[in-house]
Every structure is written in structure tokens, then in C-alpha cells.
């Protein structure tokens, strides 16, 4: 008892005073992987707490009447081109899978975000190293991550054991996590968002949008912190 008092204490004291911002995120988008590990390495050098929200990206464009932007002809071409430039800004070792668009438009995000959400409400902590996995299956070396064994893969590389990935398989067809994959996207849809990443900064309660991960350089003037770019510290982990 003594302990666990102890422990409360302690998780309440490390959470004090911190900026609360939720990342809400759909692992299909590419530019949201820089967003999610600048924010991953500046947790260790803001003073703040990110709170990681899977939702379906899908779900925002269908609600918004928002479309992919690489549906634009020359919005394809130029994302071809600066994501490349990207995933060296943030050092991301990002690399275009083969048929991008069979990727978002026909096997779309369902699957892998119902893995993650049954990963956040089974084994928390265990959430930011699955969704790098993901990430870096099916935006790194091209995997399809709507396939079991991939989904199996990313969750031994983030540290879960066998029993536990049967677990979140079987929980990733209950109701339970179909509705909070539905309710972290209509709090998202609810705040303002029409695509990923949304950050969402709450000042006094108050909820700010910011949208892209390009955005820091202001996010970090409205939390009063410093952007130091987009690797705060030369010693942050390497993937
Ligand atoms: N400028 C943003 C672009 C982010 C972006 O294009 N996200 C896509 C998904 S990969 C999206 O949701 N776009 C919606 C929109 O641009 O309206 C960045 O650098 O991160």
C-alpha cells in the first residue's frame, strides 16, 4: 500500500506543471512520423506532456470533405521530392514505398490503428515503440502493415511477447476498440483537425490546433519553449 502511495506521488510530481499536448496521429502518414519523434525527443528537453492519440486519418478526411494530398497531381510530385528532404531534416530514415498509392487509397490505416489502439488500452507503455515499428515497416522498408505477421513483427520490436500480441490481437476486434479508435478521431475532428499530424496544445484549457510537422518553430514560441531544430540533442537516439 505504502508503495503504491509512493508510486501515485511520484507519477503525480512528474506530470506537475508539465504543458499538456496530444499527438493525434495516423501512422499511413508519412510527414506525421517527423512530427511524432521530434515531439518523442523534445519530451526529455520541453517541459511537457505528450499524450499519443492514434485516429484514422480516413475518418478525418471523410468527416471534413478533406482528400489525400497526394491526390493532387502536383502536390504528388512535390511531396516525392520534399519528403526526401524531410527525412534527412529530422533524420528519419524514411524511404517512399513502392506503390504509395495502393498504400493509402486501397489498404488505407483500419488495421494498424486498431493494433495500436488495442496496444494503448492493453499496454501503454508500450505504445510509442510500436507505432515507430509501424512506421518504419511500412514507410522505411515498404512492409504492408495491414498484414498479421508485419503487425506481429512491429510488436516484438517494440518489446511485447507472444502472449501479449494474442491478447491485442483478439482486442483489436472488440467493440470497446473500434469506439476509441472512433472517439480519438472525433476529438480530433472536434478540435479542428482536417489531417495529420494534429498537435493539440492545451493553454489553460484552452485547445490550440497546430497542424504539420512543421509547425515547431511556432509551436514552441506559443508553449514558451526553445526550438533547438529538429534534434535538440546530439546524443537523442538514432533509428
Ligand atoms: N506541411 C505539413 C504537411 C503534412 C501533410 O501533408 N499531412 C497529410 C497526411 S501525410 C495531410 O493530412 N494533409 C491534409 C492537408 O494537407 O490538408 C508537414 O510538413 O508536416
Known amino acids: ?24 496521429y ?3 502518414s ?23 492519440k492514434p485516429m484514422l486519418l480516413a475518418g478525418v478526411n471523410q468527416a471534413t470533405g478533406n482528400k489525400p494530398p497526394g491526390l493532387v497531381p502536383n502536390k504528388a510530385i512535390y511531396m516525392n521530392s520534399d519528403l526526401a528532404r524531410c527525412a534527412t531534416y529530422f533524420n528519419v530514415p524514411f524511404k517512399m ?35 515507430r515499428a509501424l512506421w518504419i515497416s511500412g514507410w522505411s522498408r515498404g512492409e ?10 512491429a510488436g516484438q520490436t517494440a518489446g511485447l ?22 472517439a480519438y478521431t472525433d476529438q480530433a475532428i472536434q478540435y479542428g483537425a482536417f489531417g495529420s499530424p494534429t498537435i493539440i496544445y492545451h493553454k489553460n484549457g484552452s485547445p490550440q490546433l497546430f497542424f504539420g510537422s512543421d509547425r515547431f518553430p511556432i509551436l ?9 531544430g529538429p534534434q535538440p540533442n546530439s546524443t537523442d537516439s538514432k533509428l
Open 26 to 28: 495516423d501512422v499511413l
Open 220 to 228: 514552441a514560441q506559443e508553449i514558451g519553449e526553445e526550438w533547438r
Open 1 to 24: 500500500m505504502e508503495i503504491f502511495a509512493k508510486r501515485l506521488m511520484a507519477t503525480a510530481t512528474s506530470t506537475l506543471g508539465k504543458k499538456k499536448i496530444d499527438l493525434f
Open 97 to 131: 514505398p513502392e506503390d504509395p498509392f495502393e498504400m493509402i487509397m486501397v489498404k488505407g490505416s483500419l488495421i494498424p490503428n486498431r493494433f495500436l489502439t488495442a496496444i494503448d488500452m492493453l499496454y501503454p507503455e508500450h505504445l510509442e515503440a510500436a507505432s
Open 161 to 182: 511477447s507472444k502472449d501479449q500480441l494474442l491478447k491485442i490481437q483478439e482486442h483489436m476486434t472488440h467493440q470497446a476498440t473500434k469506439d476509441r479508435l472512433r
Open 30 to 52: 508519412p510527414y506525421t512520423w517527423f512530427a511524432f519523434e521530434t515531439l518523442m525527443r523534445y519530451k526529455n528537453h520541453w517541459n511537457i506532456e505528450v499524450t499519443l
Open 144 to 153: 504492408d502493415f495491414t498484414q498479421p505477421a508485419i503487425l506481429a513483427k
